[in-house]
């Protein structure tokens, strides 16, 4: 497989990018992927409101049509992948920190360390979370990678309420 060179002003990131924000969504990511005679093109999308099946179809539908309007993009015959970020996706922009918002994350430190923290209120700086019972505030300059941890249970009701508690104080200060 072959893949195109990453450019992200490219044609057809412009094309995805306006398809995918007229369905109501952001554009995670692109890659096109040349496999045999074919394209792979597979399109992340997200939004603040998650992203269900039917999401994906109707997102689907809007980028298939945009790239079947400018043939000239893609050089013959293209498969087309639309899906929404994977729980494993490290949290890299302020959005991701927001949209997973009282979920447990592992934090892996630039200065080293390692800690499990739940995720409470963040901003364009940084994140408070809840580690071992007290809240902690991390830039993301801190963070080298932070990534969702599978829970199988509800979080414990203590956890959410000091974060809630936290959120409401913000909210009282400001």
Avoid at 16 to 32: K, P, Y
């Amino acid at each position: 497989m072959t893949a195109r060179p990453a450019n992200t002003d490219s044609a057809t990131e412009s094309v995805v990018r306006e398809a995918v924000a007229s369905t109501g969504f952001e554009l995670e990511s692109l890659s096109e992927v040349r496999a045999g005679q074919r394209w792979l093109i597979r399109v992340v999308i997200d939004s603040d409101a998650g992203v269900g099946l039917d999401d994906i179809a109707t997102v689907s539908r809007a980028v298939s049509l945009a790239l079947d309007q400018r043939d000239e993009l893609i050089a013959g015959p293209y498969t087309l992948e639309v899906t929404s970020p994977g729980v494993d996706r490290p949290l890299t922009q302020p959005r991701h920190w927001r949209r997973n918002r009282r979920r447990l994350v592992r934090v892996a430190l630039v200065a080293g360390g390692e800690f499990l923290g739940r995720i409470g209120d963040c901003d364009d700086e940084g994140v408070t979370l809840l580690v071992s019972g007290a809240l902690r505030r991390v830039c993301y300059a801190e963070l080298r990678r932070a990534v969702v941890e599978v829970e199988f249970r509800q979080p414990p009701v203590p956890e959410l309420a000091a974060l809630d508690g936290a959120r409401r104080q913000d909210l009282e200060e400001r």
